[in-house]
């Protein structure tokens, strides 16, 4: 049995679930792939189809960390290009860390090639731009405190209290606490988006209130794989919104950068 071949694990970031929204890399990680070991229960299945006959598939779905990361080391060691097939972006609540400090200390080598996060397909899916030129130019990726607690200074009502765009992720069972947190920052009649399975041909979209937002999820079965989107940007793009906000400043005619001259050059 070799004791490792020259070929790092490479975690790849499925993206948000459909699978025209893989990377190239990572395509072609799966093409190259003698072991896949995949979030059967978040990434689509129609991915596998691009591995090579014969790859071994491997569902994490049910497996804890130290089964994971022994399929991971069991692969490498006997020389099988390795891939550990994650939803979204593996640097973006992917429980990722866990497993290179593993490799790290089995002297292990990995890469990481990124995915589409949820967040930008729900964006996309919108036609939402979440930095506004002159109405909010941060983003604010988050979750609300539930059986994983955030640190200190990161609760949900200080962070919306910036009046950033937000990306509330994991959060749709909390939506009380989510409720409370962006009537306080945006009012009570601030439009709320929730995007349900992004990109996935399942998904669903919708519209509330800060006010009405328990409600609303109850009322639609949401409860899991979705994004809250709140923030100026958002209510920019609810059904009845003018729509409108600065233009920037970019394409402007007398504006000049290093690639263009403008007006006022």
């Known amino acids: 049995m070799s004791q490792g071949g020259d070929n790092p694990v490479v975690f790849v ?16 990680a799966l093409e190259r792939a003698q072991l896949v070991v995949y979030a059967g229960s978040l990434v689509s299945l129609e991915m596998l189809s691009w591995c ?40 973006l609540y992917g429980a990722v860390q866990e497993q290179f400090a593993r490799l790290k200390k089995e002297g292990i080598p990995f890469r990481i090639i990124p995915g589409v996060t949820a967040a930008f397909a729900a964006a996309a899916c919108l036609g939402l731009e979440y930095t506004l030129p002159e109405i909010t130019q941060s983003l604010i990726l988050t979750r609300a405190a539930g059986r994983t607690p955030v640190p200190e200074g990161e609760d949900l009502a200080a962070l919306a209290a910036h009046g950033a765009s937000l990306a509330i992720y994991l959060s749709v069972g909390q939506g009380e ?36 937002l328990p409600r609303d999820l109850a009322a639609s079965g949401i409860s899991r794989q979705a994004l ?32 263009r001259r403008g007006e006022d050059s």
């Open 52 to 91: 090579r006959s014969g790859t071994e598939l491997v569902d994490s779905a049910g497996l804890d960390l130290d089964q994971i990361v022994e399929q991971l080391v069991r692969g490498w060691k006997e020389g099988l290009r390795v891939v550990r097939l994650h939803t979204g972006d593996p640097s």
């Open 13 to 28: 970031g499925a993206g948000p679930g459909d699978p025209e929204l893989i990377t190239v890399a990572g395509r072609r």
């Open 177 to 212: 606490k989510v409720s409370r947190a962006l009537a306080g920052a945006y009012g009570e009649k601030a439009p709320v988006c929730v995007v349900y399975r992004a990109s996935w041909p399942d998904q669903r979209i919708l519209w509330t209130t800060a006010r009405d």
């Open 228 to 259: 809250i989107l709140a923030g100026p940007a958002v209510a920019a793009v609810a059904p009845g919104a003018r729509g409108e906000a600065p233009v920037s400043r970019l394409y402007h005619r007398g504006f000049s950068h290093a690639f």
